[in-house]
C-alpha cells in the first residue's frame, strides 16, 4: 500500500525522488504545457531583439538618450513629472554607462527567457524592466487621448506577458529549469516550478 505521503501521480513517480511536484502538474496539461514554452521562446525572440537594437552605436554610446528620456517636459502631472526628471538626471548623467546596463540587462533576460533558465527571475525581472521602460522612457505614454495617440504604449504588453508567462509556469517545458531547479536548493524559487502533463483517466 503506497505511504499517504506520496502524493505524487504514477506518470510523475520517479523522475523527482526527493522533490514533490507541483500542485499546478494537476492543472495543466500537455499541450498547456507545451503551448507555454512556444510562448516563452517566441517572447525571448522578441526580447533579443529589442536588446539586438540596444546594441546598436546610437542607443549604447548614449547618443538617444536625451530624446528618449526628455519626455518630462511635455507632462503636466506634478508626479509624474518628477519621476521623468528623476530618470532623466539619472540617465544623462552617464549616458554611455546607462545605455551600456539597460543593454546589457536586456540581453540576459533575453537569453534567460529563450533558454529557459532562472524563469521565475526572468519573468518577473522584465515585467519590473517593462514597467520601468513604460513609467521613464514612454513617461506612461502621457498625454493620454492627444495627437492621435491610440495605445498605451508597447511596454504595457511587456509587463502582461511576462507575469502571464510567470503564472503559467512557462519555464517548466523545452527548459534549462527542469534540470537546473531540483539542484537549485533554497533558491529553487528563481526557476519555474516542476510541472509535469496531467495523466488521464
Not at 538617444?64 to 539619472?90: M, S
Not at 502621457?142 to 508567462?165: E, F, K, M, N
Not at 517548466?172 to 519555474?192: C, E, H, M, Q
Amino acid at each position: 500500500m503506497a505511504s499517504s505521503a506520496d502524493t505524487r501521480s504514477p506518470s510523475t513517480a520517479g523522475l523527482l525522488p526527493s522533490t514533490a511536484v507541483h500542485p499546478r502538474a494537476r492543472v495543466f496539461g500537455r499541450t498547456w504545457l507545451t503551448g507555454a514554452a512556444i510562448v516563452r521562446i517566441l517572447f525571448g525572440i522578441v526580447w533579443a531583439i529589442d536588446a539586438i537594437f540596444k546594441w546598436l552605436p546610437g542607443f549604447v554610446h548614449g547618443q538617444t538618450l536625451p530624446d528618449e528620456l526628455g519626455g518630462a517636459a511635455k507632462i503636466d502631472v506634478p508626479v509624474v513629472h518628477q519621476w521623468l526628471q528623476l530618470w532623466n538626471g539619472i540617465g544623462l548623467s552617464n549616458p554611455q554607462a546607462f545605455a551600456v546596463g539597460i543593454a546589457i540587462v536586456e540581453t540576459v533576460f533575453a537569453v534567460l527567457i529563450l533558454t529557459g533558465a532562472f524563469s521565475n527571475f526572468a519573468f518577473i525581472g522584465s515585467a519590473l524592466l517593462s514597467l520601468g521602460i513604460w513609467s521613464g522612457a514612454e513617461g506612461f505614454h502621457l498625454p493620454w487621448g492627444r495627437d492621435g495617440q491610440t495605445d498605451l504604449g508597447p511596454s504595457v504588453g511587456y509587463i502582461i506577458a511576462s507575469l502571464a508567462l510567470f503564472y503559467a509556469a512557462a519555464g517548466s517545458t523545452w527548459s534549462v529549469d527542469r534540470w537546473l531547479a531540483p539542484r537549485l536548493g533554497r533558491l529553487s524559487w528563481l526557476a519555474s516550478p516542476q510541472v509535469f502533463a496531467a495523466s488521464r483517466g
